[in-house]
């Protein structure tokens, strides 16, 4: 199949920091090459791919200092990759609504993987006015908000992990992680109250975006004082399956529907179990007893901690790589795109 992804242009493809879609993106676009599909890349510049790259700016959106208007620039991507329409069998977004109107007036198959929170006021216009626009979800919960609508929906494709990204680690670093955007619906806050409840270390890394600054400045920074909370700022991707890896769990304490949560798949290929709150597609995710554990309350992460000696690090390898390959996801995205053509 000619096959064109159309990626969002604030990270570049794959991220060397923080930016699960672009690295989703990177990763299917990658195994759909090794199949021997032609693959067009629609991305920015300082993207690394096999993939015909396609470009219209030379580096992605967060990383310029002069701040582009985003928007903008994901509108001049979008009128190129359709207007190269016709050399395409397949075109598949993941810039959310984005391509909507582009889609609808081209013959072209295109199929939207929706990567964010669907809970937000806009969506239900949205998929009032483009309810038969094709569209994959990353998880099941994620369609919940949309459910009265009975959108298109094609399949439910889970995010996958290439090989390289399965490494076991000792766990051996005697520390908990917490590894996302330092934002209030992630509540670092919590996780710090667990470590100091359980008595252990708690590493933390990841983002500050700016729209969370003030919400770091006031509520996290002054729990880093204390000597037990380490904040490492944005770690480099070479550095994450060490961080991960060392680690004796992942602490995930969201606070909002999380579409999927990338991390906790990456925690677990390094065999690291996973405590999380049951919120979004947390309860698809984590296996609990066997991957991790699922607890609510403070008081249940921290019994969680004192209980995660019991998961055999090594099982939780072995069912991350079952689960959560890339093999898998391209095999589900695969078969999205064969419907597709057999309905058109």
């Known amino acids: 199949m000619n096959i064109a992804q159309l990626a969002p242009l604030i990270e570049p493809v794959p991220p060397v920091l923080y930016g699960g879609t672009e690295r989703i993106v990177s990763f299917l676009t990658e195994e759909l090459v090794g199949r021997g599909h032609r693959v067009a890349l629609f991305a920015s510049g300082d993207s690394r791919t096999e993939a015909e790259l396609y470009s219209v700016r030379d580096r992605s959106v967060r990383l310029d200092p002069d701040n582009p208007d985003a928007v903008a620039f994901h509108m001049i991507e979008l009128a190129r990759a359709f207007d190269m329409a016709g050399e395409f069998d397949i075109i598949h977004s993941h810039v959310d609504y984005l391509a909507f109107p582009f889609a609808r007036f081209f013959n072209v198959p295109t199929v939207h993987t929706l990567h964010g929170r669907l809970d937000l006021p806009h969506w239900m216009p ?17 369609r919940r908000p949309l459910s009265r609508l009975a959108p298109r929906w094609m399949a439910t494709v889970y995010h996958g992990l290439p090989g390289h990204s399965f490494r076991p680690g ?5 520390y908990l992680a917490f590894f996302s955007r330092l934002s209030r619906d992630k509540r670092p806050d919590l996780a710090v109250e667990v470590a100091k409840r359980a008595g252990l270390p708690l590493k933390l890394a990841g983002k500050v975006d700016s729209a969370d600054r003030e ?21 480099h991707d070479s550095e994450k399956p060490g961080f991960l890896g060392d680690a004796a769990a992942l602490i995930f304490p969201i606070d909002w529907p999380e579409p999927f949560g990338l991390v906790m798949i990456e925690a677990m290929a390094c065999g690291t179990p996973v405590i999380a709150r049951p919120c979004g597609s947390v309860p ?17 992460m921290v019994e969680a901690v004192k209980r995660i000696d019991r998961i ?14 890339v093999r898998a996801m391209a095999d589900g995205y695969e078969a999205v795109y064969r419907k597709l053509l057999a309905d058109a």
Do not use: W
């Open 126 to 142: 949205m998929m009032e006015y483009f309810r038969d626009m094709p569209l994959v979800s990353i998880s099941n919960d994620q």
């Open 170 to 174: 000792s766990g051996m670093g005697g």
């Open 215 to 235: 919400y770091f400045e006031r509520e996290v920074e002054p729990l880093l004082a204390h000597p037990l909370i380490e904040y490492l700022g944005e770690i």
């Open 284 to 300: 698809e995710v984590v296996m609990k007893g066997v991957t991790g554990f699922i607890a609510d309350t403070v008081d249940e």
């Open 312 to 325: 055999d690090r090594s099982r939780c390898l072995r069912e991350a790589r079952r689960r959560f390959s």
